[in-house]
């Protein structure tokens, strides 16, 4: 015996150079399949701090049980290299990585080298409107680094001098073996800052570790009914007059209208922002607030938080301004109390208590040149760089909380998120315009712990405007932004039935849409859920939305697509014909024809097109539509859909089942009670 | 006028919001012209630390006096913010800014933001072989930032809060003078770091204040003569045999040579790299050597300074070793003195002893997939960020040091440079290989302090692969680089002739591009001077090569192309006609013919074509080429060509005149005696 581990040790000894690896680091298990560590000191603000994280313990304790963690902590390490945190991972080889933020391109992260860094996105894989460092593992976890500073993570790139796990060293001259990225064990990740804090979270399964980070980050947004609607915002400089004939004219040709957003020309000056009505665009500012809701329509207001000296906020937010402009408006550091309170007494006063449903938060990522500089010097201590990762952030926190402490519940824009930051109900957009890559982006933002409005702006043609539209409206937010052009649904003669289709077809998954965002919200489950989390595939192209939808989206100018169709019987969503059970099909969707597939047993509750989505369930029946020739089962999540009540107990979750789609049986243990009007049933697929 | 001040007063009061610019900085007149300051704490290393840089104290004393700094110091000003480091200069509004770096598109730098970083560059700003942070003004200054940090700078970007230069704040829905990027009266510039220390040069013109920065750092290389002739790399896997062969070819087909690179096949293994000769290509390292240096060509050796395990280096380093690897091989730390002995001695050892000439470090910059990560860990302290930025800078100057030590001088290619390294003679090459970005880094090496090689590789045809040669041939090495392919000067057929007299007219330039380099050494003139630098011009297709000439190199597949000629006469350089004062002309040159213009009044010394340039002066004739129908004057610098003698005083400055071109004088007051062999004055233009 003796010899034999003398042996190894020569062995050892004479086959590699010596391997310091920075030292183990040592975790602590902060809640069910969490753990936590530290490199270096507290830093003063993080990612979690920023959005006031609270972990759900509740619902992370119901949860599936981890015995132990889900990666060999021991070969976990890290420590201070000069002004550096680093950290380091173990990986397997076969083991797949996804995350790294909102990514605009693929999926499959390993082998990538991420410099995480907040910005407007326009190309490569560091400048990201939602820069999360998080990253996924098919084996089944997550790691997140908790630093609200630029982090960047070398996945599954780099070899430390003498790891046992390196490969040999080759010949490149004489040894066709040679490879130019030599085979790399580990993930390291590091930021410039005195420390850097890591989680881990356990699955079991990929989806498992997002949900334990959703629910450790407090949960996902729970949106109002209304926001599942349809969006559409108006051009920069229209008037009220304008948008009342333009919210008539919706009506009138019979297409769905939720929300009407304004753009900058809603304030008497913008870019900087007086953050006041225009007097002259906007004479009545309340009575137009007012005459929109009548007409049951929610108004969401443009911003970008930079704040000129006519605003009657600037002389009163002074003291708490950064030392730079942003196009020579002033930004607040709302990390500030007493400027945040300033920030939201002032959107009270000019927006909530007119009934302003939610706000468009823009320009808080970038780029370099319209931001301050990574020097710049905020109140709170914070340097620029570190502010503009979660500038959005705080945003988004202080609107929430003043939506909040209202009592009514409102979901908006963001050109910029981060990690920590799930509970916050705004999704992002962006100026990128590139149909694939907003279809990325779709699948992208559940693996950031973020959501992304696939709005439409424009297109070449009719097709093009159909395909378009068809993806915002199974994207987190429904919106067609006019801001610049004013297209409208009806712009491109010829192709407003389908669009019209498409349109409704939103509409018509309200129920199914909102049980959705209710397993965001209490479960941590994204609402839209990347390939790679459903089953490990590595499309970017098609995701399950909800439990039971698979989506694939079509691009104009092109005649078919592919859909990989995960194991299990999927139905085609119109016609419930079965299309195939794990093999990938090629279809050649008709113009007006989204391919959404459904999941054999599957009930998805729906409703019945209706001009307003938002409206009060009640006088609507809810319909459920039954997939398969068997017995089928569901879920459905209700509440009053604008209220904070649902805090207080006031919701339902319902059991769906049905036997045959004929008939079935809708069943909760919550109290909630105000419900749909009337339940139909209905089969959908070939009479038996 | 008390009542005055007071209303000026109120003014300021009621027209800005408070400004509070950072500290006033306070500068030191640190050697004539020149100025320091530092923020925070002095930096372990910086860029003039890493390149043991010492002023040319006696050689600044010579240039223009100076009474006062060319910028208001009492605007200046700089802080520590957090973990920034920072500084702000002013800017006029009329100001323009040159430089920031081996840029290679454009030379306008206002109005940009640049994170100086090293890399291998492929697009943008920010990532670049020589990543300097110096800015050149056309007010006649330079302003370089002394840090071994990657440096941000924000040339005329951003707006401090309150900053009475401030442009008004404007609406976008109804102004339109409203921009998206307004007037900026400053830069700023940071790095993330203790400290950040400042130099200002003063001019009074662009080019003086190169001057002082290059003189401030020990004044530019002066290479050996043969350096100057052509370089021809063989391919990968070549056999000693091979490369003999092919030097035969050059002869043969009368091609020049000087110098024959060697690639990563010379090393019994590569990538990482052995260091010692491949035993069964080379099996006679020495007499290889000796039997090309008998043929008058020099040899340089590739490598990257990665260290494999089967170098007899890798043992002795060991201690030195940074903690990740390159290509799995070490990377050793040349700031530990005992590291920097052993890696000479090899080198010594197996290179220089046998008359290597010099080599080529390739693979010092990037990218981040090849590099080790910015936390890695060397055993000076240095994070790898700071190496990185860095780690070409220590192999030249090491390798330079050799070379001294040795008495002899070398010439060599690095894939990284950086701010401070002006004294070491290496050019920067890349893989990136667009003719008009090679030609816009011909001009940008002359404003980021370090020169480069405009390698050519190959082409989609002949008369690419003419004009590209016709560019080599004017850059600050003529190297044709056939690693990949073999590549020879005669491989396009039919276009051998206008390749050979391309080749042939550098051969010619020998004594005007030496003297051209005596003035890059002696007084920190640039070799090759961007348009900027001579006029403020922002030409990036032409510049000045030496005092004298003015190169416009044409691209394949156009026709014609503009030339903008400064002020004064201009002579074309084969015929002497005169072509213009001051405007544009649009040329269209033969296939044979590289665009170059003459000063009128000028005397080119140089020599008939020869297969090797660098041999001895002696027993070659001097044929100073005269131009225009006047007196005319010029200067040439002499030394006997390899050896470090010039230092002890072994040199001439010689001064040239001549009346007509038919006769002329050659006087000196300097020491140096071995000269050319005869002169031949030539009068080159229309007779008389």
New interface residues.
Partial sequence: MMLVLLAAFALTGFSA??F?PPPVLKWQEVAPGVWRTRVGKREKLTLLSAAEAEPNRGALALMPKVDAPPVDLGQSSG?M??????ARMPLQPKEKLFGMGLQMHGSDRREG?YHLQMDHYSKGVDRLHAPTPLYISSRGYAVFFNTARPC?I?AG?????GDPN?????????DPK?E???YSPSV?A?V???GLEVYLFAGPTPIDAIRRYTLYCGGGALPPRWALGFWHRVP??ATAEDVLKEVAEFDKRGFPLDVLGLE??W??????GSFVW?EKRFPNPAGFVAELAGRGVHVNLWENPYI??TSPM?KPL?SS?????V????AADLNVPKAAKIVREHHKQVGVDLGVSGYKIDEVDGV???L??????FPS??????MRQVYGVLWQRELQRLFHDSGKRTFGLVRGSNGGATRFPFAIYSDTYNHQEYLTGITSAGLAGVMWCAEVRSAKNGEEWVRRMQTAVLSHIAQLNAWADGTKPWSFAGFEEPVRKAMEFRISLMPYLYTAFAEYHYEGTPVIRAMSLVDGGEETDQYLLGDDLLVAPMFAGVASRKVRLPKGNWCDYDTGEMVGNGQTIEIKPALDKIPVYVREGALIPTIAPQPRAGRNTKNTALIVRHYGNGPAEGRMYDDDGETFNQEKGSYAWYSLFSRDGTSGLLTTANKWTVGYDKIIWRHVGPSR
Wanted: proline content about 12%; aromatic content about 14%.
């Fill in positions: 150079p010596q310091n420590e290299v000069e002004t550096y945190a680093m080298i960047s070398y790139v780099g070899n430390r001098l390196n490969p040999p060293a080759r010949d490149r001259t004489t040679w130019a990225q030599p390291e590091s410039q800052a005195p920069l400089a900058p020309g304030q008497s000056q913008a870019y900087p225009s000129a000296k600037f002074e301004f950064g030392s730079h402009t196009w020579l408006g002033a370099d040149f319209w301050w500089p990574d020097h710049a010097r201590g914070l340097p620029g760089i570190e």
